[in-house]
T-cell receptor, first 115, second 115 residues
Framework: EAGVVQSPRYKIIEKKQPVAFWCNPISGHNTLYWYRQNLGQGPELLIRYENEEAVDDSQLPKDRFSAERLKGVDSTLKIQPAELGDSAVYLC?????????????FGPGTRLTVT | AQSVTQLGSHVSVSEGALVLLRCNYSSSVPPYLFWYVQYPNQGLQLLLKYTSAATLVKGINGFEAEFKKSETSFHLTKPSAHMSDAAEYFCAVSEGSSNTGKLIFGQGTTLQVKP
């Protein structure tokens, strides 16, 4: 069975440009997470979805970040406009549900470099 | 608020030696605790989790961790290191008292295994 798929794997953009990341979770997983991992740090949750509903977006910088999960499957995370400090790896994960003991399966991430 | 501290950003061991990665947590409620491993350019993979059952938890690849409430610790060990164990390891704690809380990750420990 395929794991969590993310694209692109790498992205280099200039500051003030927009960028979008795509995630396809494991089939049947209702919960989807977006994390940001800065260099040398652990992942930090940006937003999590239960089906189509964003159940926790308190850490998402809403002035420039947006996310959607149409039809409760694929998800897109967007940054507009990007800033130098947005350079990081953006990880998508999915799980069967919100219960924390459900294992989160992570994708390989998108490495964003903002110049 | 819950938090995690991983002591030592880099740990180096010889192949065949004991691996000990330290994790201390702060939580006002009984925690759920996790160890994840991240290989270069890959997403995180769950090694093991503590969910208030047995205090000694066995995971994949020969790793285990012991929950010690009195020491607020959840250290990860492996009796004999393999070259393939070289990776970054993250300890994580659940946030809040609900079992639908999010994960709070530590800053990670890079394990180097010398031949």
């Amino acid at each position: 069975e395929a794991g969590v798929v993310q694209s692109p794997r790498y992205k280099i953009i200039e500051k003030k440009q927009p960028v979008a990341f795509w995630c396809n979770p494991i089939s049947g997983h209702n919960t989807l997470y977006w994390y940001r991992q800065n260099l040398g740090q652990g992942p930090e949750l940006l937003i999590r979805y239960e089906n189509e509903e964003a159940v926790d977006d308190s850490q998402l910088p809403k002035d420039r970040f947006s996310a959607e999960r149409l039809k409760g499957v694929d998800s897109t995370l967007k940054i507009q406009p990007a800033e130098l400090g947005d350079s990081a790896v953006y990880l998508c994960a999915s799980s069967l549900g919100l219960v924390i003991t459900y294992e989160q399966y992570f994708g390989p991430g998108t490495r964003l470099t903002v110049t | 608020a819950q938090s995690v501290t991983q002591l030592g950003s880099h740990v180096s061991v010889s192949e065949g030696a004991l691996v000990l990665l330290r994790c201390n947590y702060s939580s006002s409620v009984p925690p759920y605790l996790f160890w994840y491993v991240q290989y270069p350019n890959q997403g995180l993979q769950l090694l093991l989790k503590y969910t208030s059952a047995a205090t000694l938890v066995k995971g994949i690849n020969g790793f285990e961790a012991e929950f010690k409430k009195s020491e607020t610790s959840f250290h990860l060990t492996k009796p004999s290191a393999h070259m393939s164990d070289a990776a970054e390891y993250f300890c994580a704690v659940s946030e809040g008292s609900s079992n639908t809380g999010k994960l709070i990750f530590g800053q990670g420990t890079t394990l180097q295994v010398k031949p």
